[in-house]
């Protein structure tokens, strides 16, 4: 078992070493992804303990077995309604439903061409499917095209493109029309992996691909703005039941605690509703202000992200910060390519104007 702290040695020396570790609570949070504060939103958690005392703490089984319930369905029509498509099927965590319906779709003889930046459980998702994983350079367009004009695409007999909406280290945006485009003429599927948009951007925070085209299929999040966990992927109606029979992340799990999908319930209502509305102005008030006063020229999304570029330096940088109460985790390869390590920042609707001010003069600071 050598190897083990030898390879840990190695880590440490990169710089690279990961540990949890628990943050003062009366530190700032600016990392969070509960982007509408719902985590600790009253009729989040009321939902959350109804739905304990009503089916007990855990689900007992797969969904295919006896851990199906009628909030599951509930919830999974909630969300097709809402997204205006044809179906919702629940995953227990974004993770799973990457691992799942990517190998799911896509096999040996099939193509995935794949963003440079996308999210490691994509990464895993394309492993795990055996297919040949093309990589495009981060939304360039022109470069996915050649690649789906090339050989190893024509030879493939299912094409998909897959891509992060908002993508989750640099905040900014995939170019969804051109990829909509590209994935007709080419006769593609299109997965789009929503978890940094659903809850704050589009109708009703449906995200940024409501619409349900046949090639199309998305991917939400609950553990991100609901303030829950667990995930969901929309669709045509065939395509619930194609994943409930094939992915295989969905058949072999139990499914999730009630405590979660009532959690889930209350705050799908909140982000469909006024007060959803109400929290997306403020969110996007909070991610203005934070862009106008460090001068960022993002804000596209409540991630901001600093480069440092060294992954010592950034964590050296985290933690003076951490010291002035403002928690922001400074994020390192392989999370990011080598070489582009910085603090991700995030903005919530429910910091105050004298946080976010803190959190300002803290930054300036930094270059004193
Ligand atoms: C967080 C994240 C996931 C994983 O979702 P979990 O529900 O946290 O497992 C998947 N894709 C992207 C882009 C993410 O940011």
């Known amino acids: ?24 609570r009366d530190s700032i949070n600016f990392c969070s992804n509960d982007y509408l504060g719902l985590s600790h939103h009253a009729r989040v958690l009321h939902g959350a303990l109804q739905a304990a005392r009503r089916y007990g703490t855990g689900s007992g089984a797969a969904r295919l077995v006896s851990g199906n319930t009628d909030m599951m369905e509930i919830l999974e029509s909630e969300i097709a309604q809402w997204k205006r498509v044809g179906s919702a099927v629940l995953f227990n965590s974004g993770y799973h439903a990457n691992i799942g319906v990517i190998p799911a779709l896509m096999g040996e003889k099939d193509v995935i061409f794949s963003d440079a930046l996308n999210h490691a459980s994509i990464v895993d998702g394309c492993r795990l499917s055996k297919a040949k994983t093309l990589i495009y350079r981060h939304n360039d367009m022109g470069h996915l095209e050649s690649l789906l004009k090339g050989r190893v695409s024509q030879k493939a007999s299912r094409r998909l493109l897959v891509t992060e909406s908002v993508f989750s280290m640099e905040g900014d945006l995939a170019s969804l029309e051109d990829l909509k485009d590209l994935a007709s003429r080419y006769q593609a599927f299109l997965y789009v992996d929503e978890a940094h948009a659903v809850g704050i951007l589009g109708r009703k925070g449906t995200g940024r691909s409501e619409t ?16 829950s966990y667990g995930a969901f992927v929309c669709g045509s109606d065939v395509l619930k039941k194609y994943l409930m029979n094939k992915a295989r992340s969905f058949i072999f799990s139990t499914s999730l ?6 959690a889930s ?6 982000v469909r509703g006024p007060e959803g509305e109400r ?5 996007w008030s909070n991610v203005d202000l934070v862009n106008q006063e460090l ?9 901001f992200s600093i480069r440092i570029g060294d992954a010592r330096e950034t964590m050296r940088i985290s933690e003076r910060l951490l ?10 390869p392989p999370t990011v390519p080598e070489g582009t390590s910085r603090l991700r920042l995030t903005v919530s609707a429910t910091h ?6 803190q959190l300002i003069s803290s930054l300036k600071a930094l270059h004193s």
């Not at 319930?265 to 909140?270: F, G, N, T, V, Y």
């Open 265 to 270: 319930l209350a705050a799908l209502k909140i």
């Open 352 to 357: 105050t104007v004298g946080q976010i001010a």
């Open 323 to 332: 010291r002035d109460g403002i928690h922001i985790q400074g994020i390192r």
């Open 1 to 24: 078992m050598f190897f083990l702290q030898e390879s840990l040695n190695e880590i440490k020396k990169q710089g690279l070493w990961r540990q949890t570790r628990l943050i003062p």
């Open 257 to 262: 605690p009630p405590a979660a999908i009532g």
């Open 279 to 283: 929290l997306r102005r403020e969110l």
């Open 295 to 303: 001068g960022l020229d993002q804000g596209t999304s409540p991630i």
């Open 212 to 227: 349900g085209a046949e090639n199309l299929l998305t991917l939400g999040t609950f553990g991100k703005a609901f303030g």
